[in-house]
Nanobody, 127 residues
Framework: EVQLVESGGGLVQAGGSLRLSCAAAGFTFDDEAIGWFRQAPGKERELVSCITNEDSNPFYAASVKGRFTISSDNARNTVYLQMNNLNPDDTAVYYC????????????????????WGQGTQVTVSL
């Protein structure tokens, strides 16, 4: 059974940093794509960043490019999202999501393309 568990959220002041982790279980990294999404109250879920297992060119939303970095540790079956220079607009519940079958493909940018989801971790950025 595939399981995704996010951690690392919390309360941080504007300008601060957090590192989110997505620990995956129930499979071995091979041809999947993992995405980090976020959803703020009253807003749609949006893709923040995604990466495939073979990817050297991860995707970043324009709003986070240059501030966030996605990385994976295949040995630990974990994907990270390093978030720097946070601002209040980054406040949201952050989810990691997984889809298989992405060999030689770019990671999907639509939430509906992902088959497995974690429970989410809250990130709150104060002024």
């Amino acid at each position: 059974e595939v399981q995704l568990v996010e951690s690392g959220g919390g309360l941080v002041q504007a300008g601060g940093s957090l590192r989110l982790s997505c620990a995956a279980a129930g499979f071995t990294f091979d041809d999947e794509a993992i995405g980090w999404f976020r959803q703020a109250p009253g807003k749609e879920r949006e893709l923040v960043s995604c990466i495939t297992n073979e990817d050297s060119n991860p995707f970043y939303a324009a709003s986070v490019k240059g501030r966030f970095t996605i990385s994976s540790d295949n040995a630990r079956n974990t994907v990270y999202l390093q978030m720097n220079n946070l601002n209040p607009d980054d406040t949201a519940v952050y989810y990691c999501a997984l889809v298989f079958g992405m060999r030689h493909m770019s990671c999907p940018t639509w939430a509906s393309h992902y088959d497995f989801w974690g429970q989410g971790t809250q990130v709150t950025v104060s002024l």
